[in-house]
């Protein structure tokens, strides 16, 4: 690596201060900037950006829209596709009744005994990040979110993966609302914390694990889609895959990223992305909660998903995963998640799908 570059400088200037700087200074600002469309055009400068842009350890890919193999411009991401809405809402119908052990195993933990997203074509982040061979951390951000829901119905996910799903906590509401100056609601709060009996005949069971189904395919899509490039970049130490609306989040670390080189991946047999392992599922439950900027969450839910036979490598203590929950959402849904880890736990069983 040089000290002072050459091919940056004006000719007709005696001196240029910015062609001055070490590269070791001009890859720091690069990783500062991180944005792939403005490393490209930085690349375009001189020579010396050239050979420096692809050197980078920090990379931000946004996607605007999505180029499907058939050369479609239709936006497959967006909740309001019926594209989606139909292919999501089939794969359900298929799967819900066998997925779900029946209802009547859900007891107090306290005590009483075709794929979603289509294939990316010449616009694919694998093929954008070919000439990055110094990558340690990367961020890539979908156009909205996957799951499809009814106008003021909340649902924000975050996952993490290695090989397969290590953890995912889930965190839904039926409204998101303004919250009122006085509401009957808010003498639900004095439950004890427990789900009531309305819960299970009104369909709010059913609608919660719809939701969770949704998104786990959602998350184990993204997971399978990002294969191509985990196995291209080796020096990749971080990895996160979100969406511009905040709705769901794929993390992988670099112990994770390990762990899905040395371990072959397991894609589901109706679809191409990662199975779904059989997990435990832990539900907390509040018909209503105060959110702090003067909002309120109807039906607030919070579900967390671990697989039922963890593997020392997917191991984790209950202050790590409770760290990993209350750390998922920011503000001011990670007040919900505080108020929810504090209600009553129900726990359900899922099949692998």
Not at 150 to 171: D, M, P, Y
Not at 175 to 192: A, T
Not at 306 to 331: C, L, M, Q, V
Request: glycine share 8%; aromatic share 8%; charged share 20%.
């Amino acid at each position: 690596m040089q000290t002072r570059g050459s091919g940056c400088a004006d000719p007709s200037s005696h001196w240029d201060h910015f062609d001055l700087l070490p590269d070791s200074v001009v890859l720091l600002i690069f990783n500062k900037l991180a944005d792939v469309r403005s490393l490209g055009r930085c690349s375009a400068v001189c020579k010396r950006f050239n050979s420096l842009v692809f050197m980078v350890h920090d990379v931000y890919i946004k996607i605007d829209h999505v180029v499907t193999v058939d050369g479609n411009f239709d936006d497959p991401y967006s909740p309001s596709s019926p594209r989606q809405r139909n292919l999501v809402s089939n794969f359900l119908k298929l799967i819900l009744v066998s997925l779900l052990k029946p209802f009547y195993n859900i007891h107090n933990a306290k005590g009483n005994n075709k794929p979603v997203f289509p294939q990316l074509s010449h616009h694919s982040p694998a093929q954008v990040l070919k000439g990055f061979t110094h990558v340690r951390n990367l961020r890539i951000e979908l156009p909205s979110g996957d799951v499809g829901t009814e106008e003021g119905v909340l649902i924000k996910w975050r996952a993490e993966f290695g090989s397969t799903l290590h953890k995912c906590v889930i965190l839904g509401g039926t409204r998101v609302d303004v919250k009122p100056v006085s509401s009957e609601l808010e003498s639900s709060l004095e439950d004890g914390g427990s789900i009531p009996e309305s819960f299970y005949t009104n369909g709010g069971l059913k609608l919660r694990v719809v939701w969770t189904i949704s998104s786990l395919i959602a998350a184990s899509t993204r997971h399978y889609l990002l294969r191509p490039i985990i196995m291209n970049h080796p020096t990749l130490k971080s990895l996160v895959l979100t969406d511009a609306d905040g709705q769901g989040t794929l993390s992988m670390g670099e112990e994770q990223l390990k762990e899905f080189r040395e371990n072959p991946l397991t894609p589901s047999a109706s679809s191409n992305r990662t199975q779904v392992p059989a997990s435990n599922m832990k539900l907390k439950y509040s018909p209503y909660l105060e959110l702090s900027g003067g909002m309120a969450l109807q039906g607030a839910t919070l579900v967390t998903i671990k697989p039922s036979s963890d593997g020392s490598s997917t191991g984790n203590t209950r202050a790590e995963i409770d760290a990993f929950i209350s750390g998922s959402f920011d503000s001011p849904f990670k007040t919900a998640v505080k108020a929810l880890m504090k209600r009553r736990t129900y726990l359900l069983e899922m099949n692998g799908f």
